[in-house]
């Protein structure tokens, strides 16, 4: 037998035992609600932080759509991030609706939620095994530093740090090195969760 | 030797094709819809001029001596993407103005805005609009123009561009602004006003003046002015400064952090002061606005050449003279005075050259050799 089939087994054991935990997440109304509550609440600081919606009270309420929006939603502004089609007021806060962006930040917040959720069943378990929201957490943070404005990434100009090419680099990693992170941290917290005893 | 061209001097058009089609989005391609997405970039639609048809040709260019202190593969060399893609920030092409009595709400008497007169059109581009954008293409006075703006430098200039479009390429030199030009895809420094890469690598732009004032000092001096409104096409949050603020000044604009090396630095000045900077076949120089303020006039010498710059109070802005005979400029108090006559500050009888409000940092990153006056 080879090294590799050796092996084998065990990622598709975990990837079963995901997408178990996974379900059973979305199962329970507990779970669900954590994902739910942790998934709009991710979308919101993912939107903000890249520049997609910011607080506006002064501004009157209003809608403007720009022309030609299924041909514009697919061009970039940065990196990972597209222009938006329209530019909503709501007399609080300001919404650049960017149909890719609210389709990236759903799919990342969706991880997030999936995480949170999972961990807060192994948490809530019994027979937990000493998990922390650590890794679900830690996993959300490169996404949302992802974002880019005009000439640099918007951390590095509000913290006024300066860049290097190398910097700049791992900024346009960022978005990708945070899905695969929030999709390993899945895998290892859904280890952790014992679905027989948290279906029960 | 003067570099104030007028319209009329824009010799060596160069015609080529060709426009880059960069899909780099595998580059962040564990987003398998934004990759998709990425590859239906807008880049890939056919990029029209004022008349419809394809650009196929490069903005004019003109034989100009200007510093080069950098060769142009140190230029190259040294540039950088900021973030954004060519076009991810989008330049205005198709912008709409508003007459001076109907400004757009948002803008305020004391904001900052960039003013263009060009045979006897007057325009006024507002920074907080600008700053999403960079460029505009316009029309002003009959000519063909671009009206540029880089936030992290502070520098405003305007470009004629033929029956060509520039675009904002996404990097940058020296923290200043790269554009590209849509007929024959040549990278220009903005502030070096010069091809640093592509078919049109060391050539020179033909420029023209444009003055950073505040919209109430513009319309003051300027009652018919158009001033640019938020109708650009595009949805953005005007209003919102990634930046910071420059009404007051705040932010990246007031503070001494840099967002990336410069090419030279200097410790004479705070980074962001403003000078008023000026290049020409005889050197470069720069003036600190702060001493213009105080002094009215400032005059110095690049080389063996005298120089004066003259403040302009009603728009707080200084217009920069080669002054070759060296005849007398002073300030009186309230007047300008050259050889015991008084003139407007925009108006003395020596040739004037064109002149650059910018961030310190910046312009001695670019001109090392500069010298300063005041």
């Keep these: 037998m080879s090294t590799w089939t050796q092996f084998d087994p065990a990622p598709r054991r975990r990837i079963d035992e995901t997408i178990a935990a996974t379900a059973l997440v979305v199962r329970r109304r507990d779970s669900l609600a954590v994902v739910i509550f942790v998934g709009i609440g991710y979308l919101a600081a993912f939107l903000w932080a890249i520049g997609d919606l910011a607080m506006r009270p002064s501004a009157a309420p209003s809608l403007i759509i720009v022309d030609d929006p299924l041909v514009r939603m697919f061009q970039r502004t940065g990196p990972a991030s597209f222009e938006a089609v329209a530019l909503l007021d709501t007399g609080v806060v300001r919404l650049l609706v960017s149909p890719i962006d609210v389709t990236i930040g759903l799919a990342i917040a969706g991880l997030v939620g999936l995480n949170l959720g999972l961990t807060y069943l192994a948490v809530v378990q019994p027979t937990a095994c000493g998990i922390g929201a650590g890794s679900g957490l830690l996993a959300s943070v490169p996404a949302l530093l992802s974002g880019t404005v005009c000439c640099g990434p918007v951390i590095l100009i509000a913290l006024g740090i300066q860049a290097s090419g190398l910097l700049l680099t791992l900024f346009a990693w960022l978005l990708p090195l945070g899905v695969v992170v929030l999709f390993a941290s899945l895998a290892y917290v859904a280890g952790r969760v014992d679905v027989a005893n948290a279906s029960s | ?374």
């Design chain 2, 1 to 374: 030797m003067s570099v104030a061209l007028q319209p009329t001097d824009m010799p060596d058009r160069h015609e080529s094709v060709g426009v880059s089609r960069r899909c780099f989005f595998g580059a962040v391609g564990s987003v398998g819809l934004a990759a998709l997405a990425g590859c239906l970039d807008g880049s890939f639609a056919p990029i029209s001029g004022d008349d419809g048809s394809a650009i196929t040709s490069a903005p004019p260019t003109v034989d100009r001596s200007l510093p080069e202190e950098y060769t142009t593969d140190e230029l190259d060399e040294a540039s950088l993407s900021g973030g954004p893609g060519k076009d991810g920030i989008p330049s205005i092409d198709e912008p709409e103005f508003a007459a001076a009595d109907d400004p757009p709400s948002r803008l305020s008497p004391d904001d900052p805005v960039f003013g263009v007169e060009l045979n006897g059109d007057a325009k006024a581009y507002p920074q907080y609009v600008l700053v999403w954008h960079e460029i505009v293409n316009d029309v002003v006075g009959d000519e063909a123009v671009a009206v540029t703006y880089c936030p992290l430098t502070g520098t405003t200039q305007g470009f004629y561009r033929g029956a060509s479009e520039f675009g904002v390429s996404g990097r940058l030199v020296n923290s200043n602004l790269i554009m590209y030009d849509r007929g024959s895809d040549t990278w220009w420094s903005q502030v070096l006003a010069r091809g640093i890469c592509g078919p049109h690598e060391r050539a020179y732009l033909s420029e023209f003046q444009v003055t950073w004032t505040t919209w109430g000092q513009w319309r003051e001096r300027h009652p018919e002015t158009a001033v640019l409104t938020e109708n650009t096409g595009h949805a953005r949050d005007y209003g919102g400064d990634p930046y910071g603020q420059y009404n007051p000044r705040t932010g990246y604009y007031d503070d001494e952090s840099l967002l990336f090396d410069p090419l030279a630095s200097d410790d004479r000045f705070h980074p962001k002061k403003i000078v008023v900077g000026a290049r020409s076949a005889d050197g470069a120089l720069a003036v600190p606005k702060s001493a213009l303020r105080e002094r009215g006039v400032v005059v110095g010498s690049v080389g063996d050449i005298p120089y004066a710059t003259a403040y302009d109070e009603e728009l707080d802005t200084g217009y920069v003279y080669r002054n070759p005979n060296d005849r007398s400029v002073e300030f009186d108090g309230s007047a300008l005075i050259v050889d015991d006559n008084e003139y407007e500050a925009d108006g003395l009888p020596l040739e004037r050259v064109i002149g650059v409000d910018a961030m310190w940092f910046a312009w001695y990153g670019f001109y090392p050799s500069t010298e300063v006056h005041g």
